[in-house]
């Protein structure tokens, strides 16, 4: 199973093709999972249940998507090495569906899980 990216109550053919991943199951809940409890983060730790994403939360979201970033560019920590390629390039991706998705309507709501 994956974590994936969608839109609730999508209206036209675009906003019903309107998908991304996100992660696969197994990295997301050891490393995204990890990352947001180990440093108290809310919606990174909500996508592995699954949770709907306002338009007005999206800079919340890219909040915490930019804390991760930052922190596997560091690269400090080795238990991250393996999948950060992986991870970075999905945020990257994660970032640019945010911005997509926020340009279709105000009242798009994203579901993420």
Partial sequence: MSVMGWI??????????????????RVYKNYWYKFAEDNNLYWLKFFLY???VER???????????LFKEFLLKGEETYY???????LSRIELFFEKLDEAEKLREDIVLYVG
């Avoid at 675009?14 to 199951?25: D, G, I, Y």
């Avoid at 090495?81 to 991870?87: D, G, M, N, P, T």
């Fill in 8 to 25: 609730e109550s999508a209206v036209c053919p675009f906003e019903k093709n309107f998908m991304f991943p996100v992660a696969f199951e």
């Fill in 50 to 52: 699954g949770i709907e």
């Fill in 56 to 66: 007005a939360n999206f800079d919340e979201v890219r909040t915490e998507l930019k």
């Fill in 81 to 87: 090495l393996s999948e950060r390629k992986y991870i």
